[in-house]
């Protein structure tokens, strides 16, 4: 197989790599946007319809210092929010002032069979000049026969990155999904949903 030169052409308009013939494309389902609010929830557009949504947040900025994000899954429209879910959380770092720097995994973020919200973030700075952003996949939820996975990467403040993964242990359809700080409310900022065909 040869390779294909781009030619400074954008990625959107390849109709043929290699021996893949169709690239996908995502497609937005709705935006939601913050305005001192204590959570941000999709309880409309999670269907059979796609088997991967994509949720974006862009400049998500807290109400209150030193916060984390985030969020849980419904299997009955939204009306509760406590599915099982294992997980895992790593993070790397590099203050501003050059002070410290490093990478771990968070053993006191992570869950075994939890039914509570699942971290996405590290501490979020509520100064002016802070905020998050990143990405969040979740894997097939429509499915009535397997779990669902998800994974997400973000990054806040004086970059503080964080990878999260782990599975819905469940087989009934996740078909909600609510955000929200660990503590106070979510000052401004996006969340846009996307389809991945």
Excluded: W
Excluded at 89 to 104: C, P, V
Excluded at 168 to 173: A, L, M
């Amino acid at each position: 197989m040869s390779l294909i030169k781009l030619n400074d052409r954008a990625v959107k308009d390849v109709t043929q790599f290699g021996s893949i013939s169709s690239l996908g494309s995502l497609t937005h389902i709705s935006t939601a946007t913050a305005s001192s609010s204590a959570s941000i929830e999709f309880t409309s557009g999670i269907d059979s319809t796609y088997k991967e949504y994509v949720f974006y947040f862009v400049n998500i900025h807290p109400a209150t210092n030193n916060v984390t994000l985030q969020f849980q899954c419904s299997t009955d429209g939204g009306s509760n929010y406590n599915t099982t879910l294992t997980s895992t959380i790593f993070r790397t770092y590099h203050e501003e002032n050059d002070a410290s720097a490093g990478l771990g995994y968070k053993t006191d973020q992570d869950q075994a069979q939890g039914t509570g919200f699942q971290i996405i973030s590290q501490s979020i700075s509520n100064n002016n000049d802070d905020c998050f952003g990143g990405n969040l996949s979740l894997f097939n939820p429509s499915s009535t026969t397997y779990v669902k996975h998800y994974m997400s990467r973000v990054v806040a403040n004086y970059v503080t990155e964080a990878y999260t993964a782990g599975y819905f242990n469940t087989t009934s359809s996740i078909n909600a999904i609510r955000f929200q700080m660990s503590s106070g409310n979510i000052d401004s900022g996006q969340i846009l949903l996307f389809g991945v065909n």
